[in-house]
């Protein structure tokens, strides 16, 4: 078994937070096991957890059509979450302190050279920063990764002039693959 294989079969076990009682499946990343870039977000949506995979609902359309079909396949995609919070609520902190053991391990047997934080919950973690809008304008390091903050995809598609912002920030980050 390779180290992601080993976490996935641990998350999938995994009740160390209530929310598994709410989900119909575990959300696991997805990509490449040398991917230089990481994309985190905060947990699963709706089709996330009908279908098992992270970022496929109309958030994850807008993700994935800004990277690009063919670069894509080149990044790891997974959420600081991997079970869906009821109704989409914001995770609680103990959620986040029962579940981010896992992201943590994803990091640490990937070693993405970037990792791009995507919403408040992934940016706050990765940065420690509080605020989405000053954290966007600056670079963060965590453990060896340059980190990018974004914003979430569902946060632009409820406000669209953050397009621009959002995919320039994208493509600077798509430099290193
Ligand atoms: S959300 Fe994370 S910590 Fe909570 S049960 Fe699921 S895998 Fe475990």
Redesign the pocket.
């Known amino acids: 078994m390779t180290g992601l294989e080993e976490i996935y079969k641990e998350?999938k076990s995994?009740?160390?937070?209530n929310?598994?009682q709410y989900a119909t499946q575990?959300v696991l990343g997805e990509g490449p096991q040398d991917a230089k870039i990481m994309i985190v977000g905060e947990a699963p949506g709706k089709e996330e957890d009908r279908t098992g995979r992270p970022f496929v609902g109309r958030a994850g359309k807008l993700l994935r059509d800004t990277i690009g079909s063919y670069l894509i396949k080149k990044v790891y995609i997974t959420n600081v979450?991997?079970?869906r919070p009821p109704n989409n609520r914001k995770p609680k902190k103990g959620?986040i302190e029962?579940?981010s053991k896992?992201l943590l391990e994803e990091i640490k047997i990937l070693k993405p050279k970037v990792i791009i934080a995507l919403g408040s919950t992934a940016s706050k973690f990765l940065t420690g920063e509080e605020k989405i809008n000053v954290a966007f304008e600056k670079e963060y390091e965590f453990m060896g990764a340059k980190v990018l903050v974004n914003y979430h995809p569902a946060a632009v598609l409820r406000n669209p002039r953050l397009y621009d912002k959002f995919k320039k920030k994208i493509d600077e980050a798509c430099v290193n693959l």
Do not use: G, P, R
């Open positions: 998350i995994c009740k160390n937070c929310l598994w575990t979450l991997k079970h959620e029962a579940c896992f």
